[in-house]
């Protein structure tokens, strides 16, 4: 069974920084990408940041610049590192990964952390 254990949700003040992290914990033999979504209430789950084995990146517009995604794949980590906050940013954040196989010839599967709060004020 995998299990994402996401880190380092929080209040912080507009213009400030935070670090989310993420452990995948269980046994498998890949994964293809890691990321983090975002939803604010009312409105609809977002891409904010995407890295895949090979270390490429994606990131939602409204963040380049301010945010970086970043990926161990020796301990099996992914951390997205928020700097110059917004209220807009304000969210809960879930982990995401894609294509994780538990073996080579396995079938993919993806799977979602429970999401950790993250409150800018202004």
């Known amino acids: 069974q995998v299990q994402l254990v996401e880190s380092g949700g929080g209040l912080v003040q507009a213009g400030g920084s935070l670090t989310l992290s993420c452990e995948v914990l269980g046994s498998f033999y890949s994964i293809h990408a890691m990321g983090w979504y975002r939803q604010a209430p009312g409105s609809q789950r977002e891409l904010v940041g995407s890295i895949i084995r090979d270390g490429t990146t994606k990131l939602l517009d409204s963040v380049k610049g301010r945010f970086t995604i970043s990926r161990d794949n020796s301990k099996n980590t992914v951390d997205l590192q928020m700097n110059s906050l917004k209220p807009d940013d304000t969210a809960v954040y879930y982990c995401?990964?894609?294509?994780?196989?538990?073996?080579?010839?396995?079938?993919?599967?993806?799977?979602w952390g429970q999401g950790t709060q993250v409150t800018v004020s202004s």
């Open positions: 995401n990964t894609e294509g994780v196989k538990k073996y080579s010839w396995s079938a993919e599967s993806d799977y």
